[in-house]
């Protein structure tokens, strides 16, 4: 199976690059994250998401596109939503047109790891995705793996980020100490 992997971050790669490893699919990594703020934090994901795809030895894919004008743009109006209604999809979206056009048999996503983000609506737009651009969506509950990904990523000395993303999340994170 060829996958193309949507990657949000080096630590959540992790354990999913592993499991699919170890179940003999290769996958390729891509990145495309223009929901990532401010850019200092955009930076050192990309950055860290590039040295730990070397250090694998893992074909990678950068679609860099900063995007705070665009994602305030498409998230103003209905913040408490945003995630499905702009991060989630447009990440999912570009993943798979990138794979339609690019020969790919599936793709899937690593925020299917995190146990902070909202893993059924995740899971329901790949499988809308997959249906509109008729490219499979690989679809597996990685959640089983997330602290062991987080703790080999911590020994590896990746960079760990506090926050989900979005200048939204990380007002959050400072809110609810």
Known sequence: ???????????????????????????????????????????????????????????????????????????????????????????????????KENGYDAFSTTLLVSIYQKHEQIAEIGRQMAEKYGVEFFYHDFREGYREGQKEARELGLYMQKYCGCIYSEEERYLRK
Do not use: Q
Request: charged share 25%.
């Open 1 to 99: 199976m060829k996958l193309l992997l949507h990657a949000c971050c080096a630590p959540c790669s992790v354990y999913v690059i592993k499991y699919l490893r170890n179940n003999n699919i290769e996958p390729t990594v891509y990145w495309y994250n223009p929901n990532i703020h401010p850019y200092t934090e955009y930076k050192n994901r990309k950055e860290t998401l590039e040295k730990y795809s070397k250090m694998i030895n893992i074909e990678t894919i950068f679609k860099d596109e900063y995007g705070l004008k665009e994602f305030t743009k498409n998230t103003a109006n209905d913040i408490e939503n945003r995630c499905i209604n702009y991060c989630y999809k447009i990440r999912l979206e570009n993943t798979v047109k990138y794979a």
